[in-house]
């Protein structure tokens, strides 16, 4: 499968920037490793490392779609929140950074990032 132009479309930004995902009181995630992902069309995504992550609050559930940009990704749900979650287990090789980095739905989870 070929993959489609990224030039100009998505960018990819480490940063330190302490980044929290809650559900409610539960804590699902904390880090200072992320990389903010940008797509032109869309507001932008911090990529968690999956060690970061309190992956048994999340449950894999069957969602998979596909991005000509960035791959096929596999989505997770919480007890009361479907498909909050996504990961490129392998992106495309141009988005090579974000494998097995998890990223969060903001207007169903509180994803705090911390200003500088």
């Known amino acids: 499968m070929s993959e489609a132009p990224t030039q ?7 940063h330190a920037r302490r980044i929290q ?3 409610g009181d539960t804590l699902i995630a904390d880090s200072t490793r992320a ?3 940008r797509e032109r069309g869309y507001p932008p ?5 999956q060690s970061d992550v309190r992956i048994g609050h999340l449950t894999r559930s069957e969602t998979m779609t596909h991005c000509p940009f960035k ?8 007890g009361e929140h479907h498909d909050i979650a996504w990961q490129y287990a392998t992106p495309l090789a141009k988005m ?4 097995g980095r998890l990223a969060f739905d903001d207007t169903a989870l509180d ?3 911390e200003t500088a």
């Open 96 to 99: 090579a950074a974000i494998a």
């Open 45 to 49: 995504r911090q990529y968690l490392p």
């Open 8 to 14: 100009d479309r998505i960018t990819l930004h480490s």
């Open 71 to 78: 791959g096929d990704a596999t989505y997770y749900s919480t």
């Open 35 to 37: 990389i903010e992902l």
């Open 21 to 23: 995902v809650w559900d």
């Open 111 to 113: 994803v705090r990032v």
